[in-house]
């Protein structure tokens, strides 16, 4: 079984600032990782996503991510967040016991001040 | 390439009735999972097609079925609609089975049952 928990569901940054989204995830084996950002009315576009090369993953947009085994965790940043960037993010986990579908966290609500 | 395409975009419909929607996937790609996003329950899966065989299907009772044609296009049908069937309907398709491979999402079939 896998599950995702992302913590905090609103997260508030101002524009320059860092951004910091946290996610942790469980899985009975080697899992892959990814970050979804959604916007308004629209699908969710990938961000990144890790399968066990490198990790510190580089994605669209600035943002990265690091997989740290030992904690379990994959958490987003970006050194310096836009206007741009209010959206919801979600992250997700899969692996090779569930044919390949994700099991996504609830979301977080990125807003970004000016 | 042209992206996942979604019909219909909105949808309002009655208790009882039954639903069909629409998904093509980007040119190639033989997978299409559908998932179901609620602002209470978040993002759950529904099941994935690979060539035109359901290969996973999530939690979600019989009324929800799916289906895909030979040219990876897909469709999932509800019958006897429940106002908690309201929610926005995502597909994503994948060029191939399996747990690392990147989905690709449509904009959503907004669905409201009244």
């Known amino acids: ?114 | 390439k042209a992206g996942v395409t979604q019909t219909p975009r909105y949808l309002i419909k009655t208790r009882g009735q039954q639903v069909t929607l629409s998904c093509s996937p980007i040119s190639g790609h033989r997978s299409v999972s559908w998932y179901q996003q609620t602002p209470g329950q978040g993002l759950q899966f529904l099941f994935e097609y690979f060539s035109e065989t359901q290969r996973n299907k999530g939690n979600f009772p019989g009324r929800f079925s799916g289906r895909q044609f030979s040219n990876s296009r897909s469709e999932m049908n509800v019958s006897t609609l429940e106002l908690g069937d309201s929610a926005l309907y995502l597909c994503a398709s994948s060029s191939d089975t399996g747990a690392k491979e990147t989905q690709y999402f449509g904009p959503g079939t907004r669905l409201l049952v009244l």
């Open chain 1, 1 to 114: 079984a896998q599950s995702v928990t992302q913590l905090g569901s609103h997260v508030s940054v101002s524009e320059g600032a860092l951004v910091l989204l946290r996610c942790n995830y469980s899985s009975s084996v080697p899992p892959y990782l990814f970050w979804y950002v959604q916007y308004p009315n629209q699908g969710l576009q990938l961000l990144l996503k890790y399968t066990s090369a490198a990790t510190l993953v580089k994605g669209i947009n600035g943002f990265e991510a690091e997989f740290k085994k030992s904690e379990t965790s994959f958490h987003l940043t970006k050194p310096s967040a836009h206007m741009s960037d209010a959206a919801e993010y979600f992250c997700a986990v899969s692996d090779n016991t569930n044919a390949g579908k994700s099991t996504f966290g609830d979301g977080t609500t990125l807003t970004v001040k000016p």
